[in-house]
């Protein structure tokens, strides 16, 4: 069993930045996969990213590559999203999660555990 807890969520101007953490607990996440979803209100979960357990290797989706970068502490058990250039678009709650299981990298039902989310507010 794995815990995940997110913070550092807000309200920011367009153009702002903002960094989410992502703290685990129960198991070290130094054999997981993991990544970070969002859902804008009445829309579906969707991916924003994921990173591989090294670290070494990240992939995005196109909607916020460039401009968003995630990256892991494997030694703090925390996971991170750093956002930069936010946009009013990218105003959602974001979720990390892991235990990636079969399955699409980019399906909210691959991945097996999840934290409650943090609020993210963009405003123009």
């Known amino acids: 069993q794995v815990q995940l807890v997110e913070s550092g969520g807000g309200l920011v101007q367009a153009g702002g930045s903002l960094r989410l953490s992502c703290a685990a607990s129960g198991r070290t996440i130094i054999w997981y996969v993991m990544g970070w979803f969002r859902q804008a209100p009445g829309k579906e979960r969707e991916f924003v990213g994921v990173i591989t357990q090294s670290g070494s290797t990240t992939n995005y989706a196109d909607s916020v590559k460039g401009r968003f970068t995630i990256s892991r502490d494997n030694a703090k058990n925390t996971l991170y999203l750093q956002m930069n250039s936010l946009k009013p678009e990218d105003t959602a709650v974001y979720y990390c999660?892991?235990?990636?299981?079969?399955?699409?990298?980019?399906?909210?039902?691959?991945?097996?555990?999840w934290g409650q989310g943090t609020q993210v507010t963009v405003s123009s």
């Open positions: 999660a892991t235990d990636l299981r079969a399955g699409s990298i980019y399906a909210p039902t691959s991945w097996g555990y």
